[in-house]
């Protein structure tokens, strides 16, 4: 096994930053793995820096590469160091830029401002339902510490790398990339800040997407440093918030709202999720986790709501099976309900503009 060390004195042969020290000398790595022979390397640069370091970046590629027991480098450049972006006026964020990505008409994040609210699978539903209404369409899982993707999509396989490029897994249609990919289901991942980081970027602008008119982000749960960081440098077109309709649930979805207002992208509505309890046995409605907060709190904050999906057997079932609702059950209401949420989203974005954030003052 390749260590770091190993690693380390190979790239003593790559210039730093300033063109003269070595790399692992220069204060520019931010990140190392080493994983079944695969090297995750990010390296820090200032914002203004990203074009000019792209040679950097791929001599540290061609350096790993030539190492024997490394069959995969993957090295990023992440232009946002700590402390870089701050408050402006009015509360939005500044020091960052987002950067769009070849071929991919629109990019939108399905986000939550907790885990356990549904959002992986109301992602990758809405994706195969943007898909079934005719968009082309790839997905991507960038939650690192907790892939669903994988089991989602019933997809087991490991990428294929390409002239240095990751070539994406394809299901129903819909072109998919996750970490979950790569490791196996049961095995954590362990790394910090930057590597997430540079591991999302591999993800994005290394993989060859293709022409798609539209990229669904299944964003991590939260409202923390690698959720700012990506709706920060990715060229996001909307997002897309998905709550329960209990209070507690509610209060987090604000924060999630707020923090996309902060770095300017705007909301696309609020999907309620879990809305009501069907009995599978006798069809019989329960409001079990109270009804209608999500309509509300959309209506109070100016933000479209999108839809309702019920807490419904086969929605679970269907998803553990690897054959999500809208490809397995097309004519059932639960897949209608999903349509009927792409159909807004989609309507909304071929506009040629969205609507804009709204501003929340919370006293």
Not at 58 to 67: N, S
Not at 108 to 133: C, D, E, Y
Not at 157 to 179: F, N
Not at 213 to 221: A, E, I, K, R, T
């Amino acid at each position: 096994m390749v260590s770091e060390r190993e690693v380390l004195r190979v790239l003593q042969s790559v210039a730093g930053p300033d063109g003269k020290t070595p790399l692992p000398e220069s204060g520019a790595i931010a990140g190392l793995a080493i994983k079944d022979g695969k090297v995750y390397l990010s390296l820090s640069i200032e914002p203004q820096q990203a074009a000019s370091m792209e040679s950097m970046r791929l001599a540290a590629e061609k350096a790993l590469r030539a190492m024997p027991g490394i069959e995969t480098p993957l090295v990023s450049l992440t232009a946002e160091k700590h402390g870089e972006a701050r408050l402006a006026g009015h509360g939005r964020m500044t020091g960052t830029r987002s950067i769009g990505i070849p071929g991919i008409e629109r990019i939108i994040a399905v986000a939550s401002g907790k885990g356990g609210v549904g959002k992986s699978t109301t992602a990758v539903n809405l994706a195969l339902a943007f898909a079934a209404l005719g968009w082309r369409i790839g997905i991507l899982d960038c939650d690192i510490f907790g892939p669903s993707l994988p089991r989602l999509l019933n997809l087991r396989t490991k990428p294929q790398v390409e002239d240095r490029r990751i070539q994406p897994l394809s299901a129903y249609g819909v072109k998919a990339m996750s970490i979950g990919f790569m490791i196996d289901e049961e095995e954590p991942v362990v790394w910090r800040g930057p590597m997430v980081m540079a591991a999302v970027q591999q993800m994005l602008r290394d993989v060859v997407w293709g022409e798609l008119d539209c990229l669904v982000v299944d964003m991590p749960p939260g409202t923390g440093d690698a959720q700012l960081t990506l709706a920060q440098n990715v060229a996001l077109a909307g997002a897309v918030i998905v709550s329960t309709p209990q209070d507690l649930a509610l209060v987090d979805a604000r924060r999630g709202i707020v923090m996309f207002n902060k770095v300017d992208v705007p909301v696309l509505g609020i999907v309620e999720n879990m809305s009501y309890f069907l009995c599978p046995h006798c069809g019989e409605r329960s409001d079990i986790f109270a009804h209608g907060g999500a309509r509300h709190e959309a209506e109070r904050l100016g933000v479209p709501f999108l839809g309702e999906i019920p807490l419904a057997l086969d929605i679970r079932a269907t998803s553990d099976s690897g054959k999500p609702i809208v490809v397995a059950e097309p004519e059932s209401v639960y897949a209608a309900a999903y349509r009927d949420i792409a159909a807004l989203v989609r309507a909304e974005l071929e506009k040629g503009r969205v609507r804009a954030a709204p501003k929340i003052l919370i006293e």
